[in-house]
């Protein structure tokens, strides 16, 4: 049965725990580089990505997830876990630092000028049936580099056509919260990336 971690120092730990104890794995709150080490999957769930970043370098994860994400470890990012897998942040004064290893271009609070958080039924690549998204002050992703899959789009509204999901190999990310409604198929994906020993 593999471990998939949740990066508990800060965020919405619990409802990620829920749905993966849901598919069959065993889920564990990381919060040290030895919890760490027993997980072959990550999520970083929503947040506040920047008080997420510098919790993980006080408590010395942060090097040793960039470490696990370089190695191949597959890992999903929701919302601000997004903003931590993604290389650049659209975001010019801030130098905020991320864990990285997607090559993707994020804009943090991308939808925050239109409305706060809304919600809506987005068409999910490799999933059949459209996925309930709910977005709660979210980034999207301004640009992706060649390796990078767009999964999913913004259907309609004025940020129409904005990249909301991505993957690159092992790493997956969305812009939304999947966790919210206890829907498992984007946790499922994850699962997936996980190699079979
Ligand atoms: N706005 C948050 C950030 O920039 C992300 C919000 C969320 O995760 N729900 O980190």
Not at 176 to 195: A, C, K, Q, T
Request: hydrophobic share 45%.
């Amino acid at each position: 049965q593999p471990t998939v971690g949740v990066f508990a120092l800060q965020g919405d730990v619990r409802e990620h725990v829920h749905l993966l104890e849901g598919l069959g794995v065993r889920a564990l709150a990381v919060r040290r580089p030895s919890e760490l080490d027993h997980c072959d999957a990550l999520v970083l769930p929503g947040g506040e990505s920047t008080t997420m970043a510098k919790l993980a370098r006080i408590f010395e994860l942060d090097d040793p997830i960039r470490k696990r994400i370089a190695d191949g470890m597959p890992t999903l990012g929701t919302c601000a876990g997004m903003i931590l897998l993604a290389d650049r942040i659209e975001d010019g004064a801030s130098g905020q630092e991320t864990f990285g290893g997607l090559d993707v271009t994020v804009r943090r609070n991308a939808f925050g000028r239109q409305v706060d958080s809304f919600e809506g039924d987005l068409a999910f690549d490799g999933l059949d049936e459209p996925v309930h998204a709910v977005f709660i002050r979210a980034p999207w992703v301004e640009r992706v580099g060649d390796d990078v899959e767009v999964l999913a789009r913004v259907a309609d509204g004025e940020a129409a056509g904005r990249i909301v999901a991505v993957r690159q190999r092992h790493l997956l990310a969305t812009s939304f919260h999947p966790e919210v409604n206890g829907d498992p198929r984007v946790h499922r994906l994850l699962v997936d990336l996980i190699p079979t020993s």
